[in-house]
């Protein structure tokens, strides 16, 4: 057995169970099948995306985005300034 899992089974054994080197390993064993078959009872179902066509505005360039962004930002910004006056 590796280190660590000799490490586990002794951690188990001292916790204060009182549990013999068998018990200690079968039930770690057992936990660990429980878990993997817990993980394989829950089936989900495929993640689809709802995909919408939103146009193209063509008087916009796409390939800078970050511009874009920019521009509607400072312009949001000076609209919520203008009605603070």
Wanted: glycine share 4%; no cysteine; charged share 40%.
């Amino acid at each position: 057995m590796d280190d660590d899992v000799v490490k586990t089974i002794r951690d188990e054994m001292q916790a204060g169970s009182g549990k013999s080197f068998k018990e200690a390993v079968n039930d770690l064993i057992r936990s660990g099948r429980y878990y993997q078959e817990a993980r394989a009872v829950k089936k989900r179902k495929p993640f689809k995306v709802m995909a919408k066509s939103l146009g193209v505005y063509e008087h916009i360039n796409y390939d800078k985005t970050s511009e874009l962004v920019a521009r509607l930002d400072s312009e949001e910004f000076i609209r919520k300034d203008r009605r603070k006056k």
